[in-house]
């Protein structure tokens, strides 16, 4: 056994049991400090709560508490002003500790971590973490709504066709289009509000898996940090991270509405539809075909769900399958995490631009509509004049192929054509062959007629400002 002091590494915090330097590529596939830096803030203020807990319980007195406070704030700073200085550091976790130790000396700094693992410390800082970065989403995805809902006010007479199996289905409002996104992003918003929720809960004093033997005051700790509550079990608070999990699926599932918007506004920018005009802002062009451009902005959001999904999909790999309490494989939440995290923001951040920023084509989309999109109305008029509807039904379907035969649109036909097909029709019918005419029949409350629209418009915007008294009150 070799026990050449030269050899071993007593900068780790684990180093005293060992008589070896760590293997140098080893260091490298070990260390985590590269994308957990990120998490110094939230580090430092679990620190902050633990120093009081521990004063609380006479593990630090009142001088050296001050002392950690104070060293710990400076630590604060120097990350604040990009003056911290990386060294061989294996984590955040061990790099405060170590610059502590430079500050205050290795005598006063050495208490913070009595009864404390870094186990309980990481499930803690990234838990904090995850609480503050929902507030940013949440905002975005209030703003995405309140440019639908402002949108949808000022573009309530568009009409455009409702499409089912991509083929012109019935004609709606180009707002309704619009806001049925924005109740997807509401409800996302409210399902991050119920992960965050569950999530709000302090697991530090848990120690490395089987408690803390201190008595330190776990409800102090769990005030301190704004947390609802304790996690009830050392071994479940150091290991569970179905909070990361659910975000990542979370995620996964706003992007995926994010990327189906994505979809329909890719269709309907192209010259086939011609529906909307995408801003030069958010569009590029093509190296070779000069007259090219292309909706990058909503393909990219369209790509990046891709990885989303692979995130979350890949760390509930990563779970699967870990026997009980804290293993290093769990140090691999956090760049599927952050990746998410940091992706999501850009996502939101760029369809906010461009739904802010996109033309719609008033005409284009009215020339998109054509008769035979008024054949359920015509079955809507057989059945007002008392037929059944599986009957009126049939005869509007009859109505579409006399059209087809006589190489005409539907609303060309005579009175007297339609009347060999039932005796219910009459001049009135031409009171359907008209496209506001249609979408206003649909006046239960969620159908796409305009008092409808100035409903849902309504009630977003109520929850937009409730939600945003919510998030100042945090
Ligand atoms: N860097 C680790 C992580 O990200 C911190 C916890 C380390 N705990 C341990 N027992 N090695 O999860």
Not at 116 to 130: C, G, I, K
């Amino acid at each position: 056994m070799v026990d050449d002091a030269s050899k071993k590494d007593e900068a780790k915090l684990w180093g005293g049991r060992f008589s070896e330097k760590l293997n140098p590529t080893m260091e490298t596939f070990n260390a985590s400090l590269s994308f957990d830096k990120r998490l110094w803030d939230v580090d430092i203020r679990g620190s902050y709560a633990y120093v009081k807990a521990l004063e609380k319980c006479n593990l630090v007195s009142s001088d050296e508490s001050k002392s950690l406070l104070l060293g710990l704030s400076q630590i604060a700073g120097e990350w604040a002003s990009n003056k911290f200085v990386i060294k061989n550091d294996e984590d955040i976790h061990s790099a405060n500790e170590r610059r502590l130790k430079e500050i205050i000396g290795n005598e006063i700094g050495g208490k913070l971590h009595v009864g404390r693992s870094r186990n309980d410390q990481v499930a803690t800082d990234e838990r904090l973490w995850l609480r503050e970065q929902a507030t940013v989403l949440k905002s975005l995805l209030l703003s995405f709504v309140k440019i639908s809902c402002q949108r949808a006010k000022a573009e309530v007479d568009i009409l455009m066709p409702g499409y089912t199996h991509l083929q012109r289905a019935q004609p709606i409002r180009w707002s309704h289009w619009m806001l049925s996104y924005a109740w997807y992003f509401h409800n996302d918003a409210n399902k991050l509000e119920d992960v965050i929720s569950r999530m709000n809960v302090c697991p530090l004093g848990s120690g490395a898996l089987a408690g803390n033997p201190f008595h330190i005051d776990r409800d102090l700790l769990a005030k301190e940090l704004g947390f609802s509550g304790c996690m009830p079990n050392s071994l479940f608070a150091v290991s569970d991270r179905d909070f990361i999990a659910e975000f990542l699926f979370w995620a996964s599932l706003l992007s995926t509405h994010l990327s189906k918007w994505a979809e329909d506004l890719i269709l309907y920018s192209s010259k086939e539809f011609g529906f909307v005009t995408i801003a030069d802002g958010y569009s590029t062009g093509s190296s070779l075909m000069p007259q090219k451009k292309n909706a990058d902005s909503l393909e990219l959001i369209r790509g990046k769900t891709g990885r989303l999904i692979g995130n979350c999909v890949g760390f509930l790999v990563v779970l699967k399958g870990l026997p009980s309490a804290f293993n290093k494989d769990l140090q691999e939440d956090k760049e599927p995490l952050f990746d998410t995290y940091y992706s999501l923001v850009e996502i939101l951040q760029i369809a906010c631009g461009i739904l802010e920023t996109l033309k719609v084509n008033k005409e284009s989309c009215l020339s998109a509509l054509s008769p035979e999109m008024l054949a359920t109305d015509v079955a809507y008029y057989l059945v007002r004049k008392n037929l059944p509807f599986r009957e009126a039904h049939k005869i509007a379907g009859e109505v579409v192929a006399l059209a087809e035969k006589e190489k005409c649109p539907v609303s060309e036909l005579t009175v007297t054509q339609l009347k060999e097909l039932s005796e219910l029709f009459s001049e009135d019918i031409s009171s359907i062959w008209n496209y506001e005419h249609s979408v206003e029949q649909y006046q239960a409350f969620g159908g796409t007629a305009k008092v409808n629209i100035e409903l849902q418009v309504q009630q977003l915007e109520q929850w937009i400002s409730d939600s945003q008294i919510l998030t100042t009150q945090v």
